[in-house]
């Protein structure tokens, strides 16, 4: 959980001192910052607030012994309620940089099953070992 919290004192910090650093000077890089790199690491930084947001109501849930099924019904009431508190699921089509909201609780989600798959598989048997 620290990396997480350094994450989200260190992507605003990045984020507030590229917009300082390029907003005097013109050109590719100010442009790349306005156009692509500031919006994508705020939408990442929200996503992060939502990644912390659900693992401390997922371990309320956990320390209230409830269930798989409850914790799961959890997830997608609140996801629902945020969708359509944004607009609806419109608003992913006119706004594609919500998207960007959904990286850090994707790989939140994702990394703890790649390494269970990787962990898995475990090392292969080469022709010598045979």
């Known amino acids: 959980m620290l990396h997480r919290q350094l994450q989200t ?5 990045v984020l507030i001192g590229g917009y300082i650093l390029f907003s005097s000077r013109g050109g ?16 990442y930084w929200i996503g992060l607030g939502f990644v912390i947001t659900w693992e401390v109501v997922r371990y309320s849930l956990h ?5 798989p099924r409850t914790v799961a019904l959890t997830g997608l ?8 508190m944004l607009g609806g699921p419109a608003v992913l089509f ?13 790989i939140e989600l994702g990394l703890p099953w790649l390494q269970g798959r990787i962990a898995a ?5 080469e022709a010598s070992d045979l």
């Open 94 to 106: 006119e706004d594609p940089w919500l998207f960007g909201v959904a990286i850090a609780p994707g």
């Open 63 to 67: 320390t209230d012994m409830a269930s």
């Open 77 to 84: 009431v609140v996801a629902v309620f945020m969708l359509m």
């Open 28 to 43: 590719f890089f100010a442009d790349a910052w306005d156009g692509f790199v500031g919006p994508f690491l705020f939408t």
């Open 121 to 125: 598989k475990g090392p292969s048997a």
């Open 9 to 13: 004192i260190l992507v605003p910090a």
